[in-house]
């Protein structure tokens, strides 16, 4: 079935509108749906069910914010999918998913960080939504990615693939494998972490680049977008994935390593942003481990793109021969210079 199509189970006329690729996650696919006259007017997402391999618990989490939203009558804006004609959250097509959200008029999102200040004002909306929910019980959400920023099961899922992945590459990537196993000191870290009462779970983000933060015309943030990994998690997560994907000029794909570098006032940036709504909610021992977020999320991404190296790309796929290593090679360059 055509994408355009897909809208009429949301009770739209199809006719009356236009559906094109958009976007580059790794993940979903999504797609701008246009009105007549070409203006943005909803946003079409199949969502990835071998990813997300239960997509009902994404919106039953959707729904449990938006309710606390109102109970606490707040007007934090949070933008929520629309509901099928028959009030289902996704239009089931041949088994697989899709859900509509309404366009946000006057926004538009941002492929890189390009200026402190579009930092700071990421970093504003990321700390913003963690704070407007503290006092939402984190029970009351789903885990839709299990173990989803565990690094400790990241770091298992590496070791499994030392032993059963592909041996060639294994053979190859001596080098890197031995990089990240001298590191191995992060994953303890996070396992001290995560057992001291003073670290706390609450509602997180999980995927806090630049192109999830919708901005206006005067570039300022105007909310978060991207809501599936929203669960209980650890600001570690939120502020570390802002230090990994806006502190260098170039992103996760760059093969010339020497390009890659940390920009310290986009630093300064997200932690003056983060910190508006959050200082108030971390703890004093959150507060020392403003840095090690960082080197955590760095790491576990070097990780986690090895490992799919190692298993033949069966998670995020490659677009050319070595691309998972390409990116992996990346962020070990990006955690020298983020702990230099
Ligand atoms: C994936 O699909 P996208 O780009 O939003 C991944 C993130 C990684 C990111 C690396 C569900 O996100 O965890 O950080 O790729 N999301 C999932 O680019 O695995
Ligand atoms: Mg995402």
Redesign the pocket.
């Known amino acids: 079935m055509h994408p355009d199509q897909i809208i009429r189970f949301f009770g739209m006329d199809s006719t009356k509108f236009n559906a094109v690729l958009f976007g580059n ?4 696919s999504t797609y701008m749906v246009k009105d007549g006259s070409g203006v943005p007017a909803y946003v079409l997402q199949h969502v990835n069910h071998h ?1 997300f391999k239960k997509p009902m618990d994404i919106s039953d989490n959707l729904d449990a914010l938006g309710q606390h939203l109102k109970a606490i009558e707040s007007d934090y804006f949070l933008p929520l999918p629309m509901r099928t004609v028959e009030g289902a959250p996704y239009a089931m097509i041949d088994g697989r998913y899709f859900r509509l959200t309404p366009f946000v008029a006057g926004s538009h999102a941002l492929d890189v960080c390009t200026t402190p200040g579009q930092a700071y004002e990421a970093a504003l909306q990321f700390g913003q939504f963690t704070s407007v929910f503290s006092g939402f019980k984190t029970e009351n959400l789903k885990e839709t ?1 299990p173990g989803f920023h565990d690094l400790s099961f990241r770091w298992q899922q590496f070791t499994e693939a030392l032993e059963c992945g592909n041996r060639d590459r294994i053979r190859s990537t001596q080098q890197e494998i031995g990089i990240l196993k001298e590191r191995k000191d992060i994953v303890e870290r996070f396992e001290t972490f995560r057992t001291d009462p003073d670290c706390r779970l609450r509602v997180t983000h999980h ?1 806090t ?1 630049i192109s999830n933060v919708l901005f206006n015309e005067q570039e300022k943030g105007i909310c978060v977008i ?1 809501l599936d ?1 929203v669960m209980p998690g650890y600001f570690i997560s939120d502020l570390g ?1 802002m230090f990994r994907t806006y502190l260098s000029p170039v992103h ?1 794909e760059e093969s010339d390593y020497s390009l890659i570098s940390v920009r310290k006032e986009f630093r300064d940036a997200i932690l003056e942003g983060y910190l508006t709504h959050m200082k108030h909610e971390l703890t004093e021992k959150e507060q020392g481990l403003l840095l090690y977020a960082g080197e955590f999320m760095i790491y576990m ?1 070097a990780l986690r793109f090895l490992t799919d190296h190692i298993n033949d790309d069966a998670y995020y796929g490659a677009r050319y021969a070595g691309h998972n290593l390409i990116r992996c090679r990346n962020q070990i360059a990006l955690l020298d210079a983020f702990c230099a």
Not at 25 to 28: F, W
């Open positions: 996650g790794l993940i979903h990813v990615i995927d680049k991207d990994t994935d996760e991404q």
